[in-house]
């Protein structure tokens, strides 16, 4: 292999490090981001819950002062039929009574729906503070997590980083560039093997053998000519030289061979 190639994979080594690290705390800080969006949902969920519980309770309690004076129009009226002598009258008192009778009980089933509603509303309370406690709990935790990673990621990294500064001091400005540029240009990782096939993992173009020679040689630098990711190819994996002209001459002589076969048969 390229000397100049196993140094920018040794840099492209340490350079996954380092985005795994960055990638753990970027994917902490989003968990902790998405808990407390979800915690301020709760929250104001919780508001909205307990205003409309509150609003409920004051149906109630005018159903309640509703009902009291239903009653005591239903005392009153069935206190004035002790006094009335004509049957025209009663009459018209046993309605008044019967329909403060018919208000009253129409309250009564609304206090009862009512208060349904505020056991439903009682239930998503209790289900939603524990939510709440649960989201915040997350968040305290991770919060934790992440400063005590900040301090364990950071050592990791400064040591990562003097190794690549080791590194860059015995690269080739030129090469350690087009590996920059490659990187800076979304295409990571930069540095990518060639299979037995001849293919670039990084893009399945398959190279023609004589530049597929040029790469096991390792005397050059080589990019895709597709996907411009640097190209190497493992030394302990290395193949036979393929060679055109050997392969012909092999098969012509293949070929004659058999030829003086079928005459002499």
Not at 85 to 96: D, H, V
Request: glycine fraction near 0%; charge should be neutral; charged fraction near 35%.
């Amino acid at each position: 292999m390229n000397e100049q190639i196993a140094y920018i994979i040794d840099i492209q080594d340490i350079d996954l490090n380092i985005k795994k690290i960055e990638d753990a705390e970027a994917k902490n800080i989003y968990e902790i981001n998405e808990s407390a969006v979800s915690l301020k949902n709760q929250s104001e969920k919780l508001e909205e819950l307990k205003k409309e519980l509150s609003e409920l309770q004051k149906k109630v309690n005018l159903c309640e002062l509703n009902i009291e004076s239903y009653n005591e129009k239903i005392l009153k009226y069935t206190e004035a039929q002790k006094q009335i002598k004509t049957n025209k009258e009663y009459n018209a008192m046993q309605k008044s009574v019967k329909d403060n009778e018919a208000l009253k009980s129409a309250e009564e089933e609304e206090i009862i729906k009512t208060m349904t509603a505020q056991e439903e509303i009682k239930s998503a309370i209790k289900t939603t503070e524990e939510d709440i406690r649960l989201l915040s709990d997350i968040i305290l935790n991770k919060k934790a997590e992440v400063e005590s990673d900040k301090i364990k990621y950071f050592d990791i990294k400064k040591n990562l980083t003097d190794k690549r500064n080791e590194i860059e001091k015995i690269l080739k400005a030129e090469f350690l560039n087009v590996y920059e540029a490659i990187k800076n240009n979304n295409k990571f990782p930069a540095v990518i093997s060639v299979n037995d096939n001849r293919a670039c993992t990084g893009c399945f173009r398959i190279l023609p053998p004589q530049q597929f020679n040029e790469l096991l040689s390792g005397e050059i630098f080589m990019q895709c000519p597709i996907c411009s990711r640097i190209l190497y190819y493992k030394q302990e994996d290395m193949p036979e030289i393929i060679n055109d002209k050997t392969d012909k001459k092999e098969k012509k002589d293949k070929t004659k061979a058999s030829k003086k076969a079928r005459v002499k048969a």
